[in-house]
């Protein structure tokens, strides 16, 4: 079993920046794509940023190119989303995900595994 745990959630201005961290444990494959969704009140899950095991392949949701940045270490087995120039509609529960294969997918039921998920709420 594996067991994701997500931090760096929290509250922040319009404009600002908070840096998520996900941890993974347990027994990990020995490689797999890691990814974020979130969550806002009263929508469906939506991918956000996925990256591949070797770190080389990158996707992004078009609402967040730019200003989000995901990257890994794979020795700490943590993947990583830095949120810039943040915006209200951004606010969301975010999931941190992992999937068993090496290569990134964009939608939720393709991931094997999830975290708790940390709260971004961005004030305007």
């Known amino acids: 079993q594996v067991q994701l745990v997500e931090s760096g959630g929290g509250l922040v201005q319009a404009g600002g920046s908070l840096r998520l961290s996900c941890a993974a444990s347990g027994r990990t494959v020995s490689s797999y794509a890691m990814g974020w969704f979130r969550q806002a009140p009263g929508k469906e899950r939506e991918f956000v940023a996925g990256?591949?095991?070797?770190?080389?392949?990158?996707y992004y949701a078009d609402s967040v190119k730019g200003r989000f940045t995901i990257s890994r270490d794979n020795a700490k087995k943590t993947a990583y989303l830095q949120m810039n120039s943040l915006k209200p509609e951004d606010t969301a529960v975010y999931y941190c995900?992992?999937?068993?294969?090496?290569?990134?997918?964009?939608?939720?039921?393709?991931?094997?595994?999830w975290g708790q998920g940390t709260q971004v709420t961005v004030s305007s």
């Open positions: 995900a992992l999937r068993n294969a090496k290569v990134v997918m964009t939608m939720s039921r393709y991931y094997d595994y």
């Open positions: 990256i591949s095991w070797s770190g080389g392949s990158t």
